[in-house]
């Protein structure tokens, strides 16, 4: 939260990537930083909480995991906004997961909760019933469903696991919709298999089976005959370099296969006539959402309400590089730390202006836990394993806070005073730690606050308001899902040694942030 309380959320994992919502606290409406679509309105995929997407030459379609319905929007010039197409208690749709649409125009969907897959005819549109409606826990003892795709012939291939869980038992299967009676016509399964979360499929232009796995970011390879605990005929690993790769596509004219990260999409240029080792150099393009695909020689990414989004639209957006932190100087600037080394000045507001930014690679890699900011200009950065603090500059020169004399025991929070000051959650110690501007190298703390009236457990996260306060979320530090108190500490701007807090007020869920 800024000085003049604007409030910043930042949204950063493999299926929600690169998000910083705007939220005002008069209205309680949140708007995404680049300029998307606002939360709440009354876009048919705005409340979508699981959003994939398929294509033909005409429309892309998206499904809606929360208000259960298919969307598609007419690929053209004007680009039409997502309608509802197929949706209502006909439909049987629950909770669709994925969605694919072979070159007849079948469009089927994985539904999740009903642990079924469903097949429309070509056209259908409105509330209507399935042609197709498989068990598939009845068929292949799913108890989890993970992604759909159809083959060259019109075969749908399916993934999911026997666990209800989805952390073992990972089956592939190929299913042969074309008569009255579907039949499996091979599964894939077991340990030579290495098949564990198979999180997206594709099949390439050779008819191979080509599998995201979720966990591990490497890409499988399963030939046209193979069936049964056979291992791929090729694994590539890492799939791309992308960070967090999680979705993929295959464009059937052109056999382009584009693989889309939380930073960005690679694209291998006809990679579909090869093998996956043999796939030439990776294109990255600056897009960014839930999932991707290609439709009529254009690839397409669903953002984050499901609304498909193109190249040329998504280049107009502000690219986080993976974000992991987000802070705000004494000034109320705000400022975005990703993973991938660079630290991003966010615009204001709803604002599409990107800010400077300063790239930077630390000796202890990506192993950070707090990021805070000077509005002199410095970014710190700690690591707790390291017992380290980190200065960037302005042109990336670096410097370090560590040594005995630190005392830094585990710091996992940051803040930044008005006069500079660093402030340390000191976790291990059970202390606050508060440096000088400008301290480095093995220095002692200017001041600390510790001891038993402090009422400090776990220091974790720590944040200073207008008039100089420190707050200190602290609590356990080893309760997860029960157990362990936690509270937010106020403590005064010159707070210092062995002193209580001014309040103390318990937070009555369990939760770790890493920042306040």
Same mark, same amino acid.
């Given at each position: 939260?800024? $000085?003049?309380?604007?409030?910043?959320?930042?949204?950063?994992?493999?299926?929600?990537?690169?998000?910083? *919502?705007?939220?005002?606290?008069?209205?309680?409406?949140?708007?995404?930083?680049?300029?998307?679509? /606002?939360?709440?309105?009354?876009?048919?995929?705005?409340?979508?909480?699981?959003?994939?997407?398929?294509?033909?030459?005409?429309? !892309? *379609?998206?499904?809606?995991? /929360?208000?259960?319905?298919?969307?598609?929007?007419?690929?053209?010039?004007?680009?039409?906004? +997502?309608?509802?197409?197929? *949706?209502?208690? /006909?439909?049987?749709?629950?909770?669709?997961?994925? =969605?694919?649409?072979?070159?007849?125009?079948?469009?089927?969907?994985?539904?999740?909760?009903?642990?079924?897959?469903?097949?429309?005819?070509?056209?259908?549109?409105?509330?209507?019933? &399935?042609?197709?409606?498989?068990?598939?826990?009845?068929?292949?003892?799913?108890?989890? !469903?993970?992604?759909?795709?159809?083959?060259?012939?019109?075969?749908?291939?399916?993934?999911?696991?026997?666990?209800?869980?989805?952390?073992?038992?990972?089956?592939?299967?190929?299913?042969?919709?074309?008569?009255?009676? &579907?039949?499996?016509?091979? $599964?894939?399964?077991?340990?030579?298999?290495?098949?564990?979360?198979?999180?997206?499929? %594709?099949?390439?232009?050779?008819?191979?089976?080509?599998?995201?796995?979720?966990?591990?970011?490497?890409?499988?390879?399963? @030939?046209?005959?193979?069936?049964?605990? =056979?291992?791929?005929?090729?694994?590539?690993?890492?799939?791309?370099?992308?960070?967090?790769?999680?979705?993929?596509?295959?464009?059937?004219?052109?056999?382009?296969?584009?693989? +889309?990260?939380?930073?960005?999409?690679? !694209?291998?240029? /006809?990679?579909?006539?090869?093998? &996956?080792?043999?796939?030439?150099?990776? !294109?990255?393009?600056?897009?960014?959402?839930?999932?991707?695909?290609?439709?009529?020689?254009?690839?397409?990414?669903?953002?984050?309400?499901?609304?498909?989004?193109?190249?040329?639209?998504?280049? $107009?957006? +502000?690219?986080? #590089?993976?974000?992991?932190?987000?802070?705000?100087?004494?000034?109320?600037?705000?400022?975005?730390?990703?993973?991938?080394?660079?630290?991003?000045?966010?615009?204001?507001?709803?604002? @599409?202006?990107?800010?400077?930014?300063?790239?930077?690679?630390?000796?202890?890699?990506?192993?950070?836990?707090?990021?805070?900011?000077?509005?002199?200009?410095?970014?710190?950065?700690?690591?707790?394993?390291?017992?380290?603090?980190?200065? =960037?500059?302005?042109?990336?020169?670096?410097?370090?806070?560590?040594? %005995?004399?630190?005392?830094?025991?585990?710091?996992?929070?940051?803040?930044?005073?008005?006069?500079?000051?660093? *402030?340390?959650?000191?976790?291990?110690?059970?202390?606050?730690?508060?440096?000088? $501007?400008?301290?480095?190298?093995?220095?002692?703390?200017?001041?600390?606050?510790?001891?038993?009236?402090?009422?400090?457990?776990?220091?974790?996260?720590?944040?200073?308001?207008?008039?100089?306060?420190?707050?200190?979320?602290?609590?356990?530090?080893? @309760?997860?899902?029960?157990?362990?108190? #936690?509270?937010?500490?106020?403590?005064?701007?010159?707070? #210092?040694?062995?002193?209580?807090?001014?309040?103390?007020?318990? =937070? #009555?869920?369990?939760?770790?942030?890493?920042?306040?």
């Amino acid at each position: 939260m800024t $000085r003049d309380g604007g409030m910043y959320v930042l949204e950063n994992t493999a299926e929600h990537p690169n998000l910083v *919502y705007h939220i005002d606290l008069a209205t309680g409406q949140a708007a995404t930083i680049g300029g998307r679509t /606002k939360v709440g309105t009354s876009s048919a995929t705005a409340s979508s909480i699981e959003t994939s997407i398929a294509a033909d030459d005409r429309f !892309v *379609y998206s499904v809606d995991q /929360k208000n259960p319905q298919i969307s598609r929007m007419a690929i053209s010039r004007d680009r039409a906004p +997502l309608t509802r197409f197929i *949706y209502g208690y /006909k439909t049987l749709l629950r909770a669709p997961l994925d =969605v694919s649409i072979d070159s007849a125009e079948r469009l089927c969907v994985l539904d999740s909760e009903g642990l079924a897959l469903l097949c429309y005819r070509p056209g259908a549109e409105g509330n209507v019933a &399935p042609t197709i409606s498989l068990d598939l826990k009845e068929l292949l003892g799913y108890g989890q !469903v993970d992604a759909l795709t159809f083959d060259r012939s019109g075969r749908v291939v399916v993934s999911g696991t026997t666990d209800p869980a989805g952390v073992s038992g990972s089956l592939l299967a190929v299913i042969d919709i074309s008569s009255g009676k &579907p039949r499996v016509i091979r $599964r894939i399964y077991g340990p030579s298999t290495k098949l564990f979360t198979a999180y997206s499929l %594709a099949v390439d232009k050779l008819g191979n089976i080509l599998v995201l796995q979720q966990e591990s970011g490497e890409l499988l390879a399963f @030939a046209p005959g193979q069936s049964g605990d =056979v291992a791929p005929f090729a694994v590539r690993a890492p799939a791309a370099t992308l960070t967090h790769p999680f979705r993929m596509a295959v464009d059937r004219t052109t056999g382009d296969v584009a693989i +889309l990260g939380s930073d960005e999409v690679a !694209v291998f240029p /006809k990679a579909g006539f090869k093998s &996956p080792t043999n796939w030439p150099a990776e !294109v990255r393009s600056p897009m960014r959402g839930w999932n991707l695909t290609f439709g009529s020689g254009e690839l397409y990414v669903a953002d984050e309400f499901g609304t498909p989004e193109h190249l040329e639209t998504q280049s $107009r957006l +502000l690219n986080l #590089h993976d974000p992991e932190f987000i802070a705000t100087d004494q000034n109320g600037r705000i400022f975005v730390a990703s993973t991938d080394g660079v630290i991003t000045a966010v615009p204001r507001g709803d604002s @599409a202006a990107v800010g400077p930014s300063t790239s930077f690679a630390t000796s202890f890699g990506r192993d950070m836990d707090a990021f805070a900011v000077d509005s002199a200009g410095y970014f710190f950065l700690s690591s707790a394993a390291n017992n380290a603090i980190i200065t =960037v500059a302005k042109a990336g020169r670096q410097s370090l806070i560590a040594g %005995a004399k630190t005392k830094l025991n585990y710091p996992i929070g940051l803040a930044v005073g008005s006069d500079g000051s660093i *402030y340390v959650a000191n976790r291990s110690a059970k202390s606050i730690l508060i440096f000088s $501007r400008g301290a480095t190298g093995d220095v002692a703390p200017a001041r600390e606050i510790s001891g038993d009236a402090t009422e400090l457990i776990a220091p974790q996260a720590l944040a200073i308001d207008a008039s100089g306060r420190l707050y200190v979320f602290d609590g356990s530090a080893t @309760a997860t899902g029960s157990g362990g108190a #936690h509270y937010v500490r106020v403590y005064d701007g010159g707070a #210092h040694g062995d002193i209580p807090p001014l309040h103390s007020y318990p =937070v #009555h869920v369990q939760c770790f942030p890493n920042s306040l």
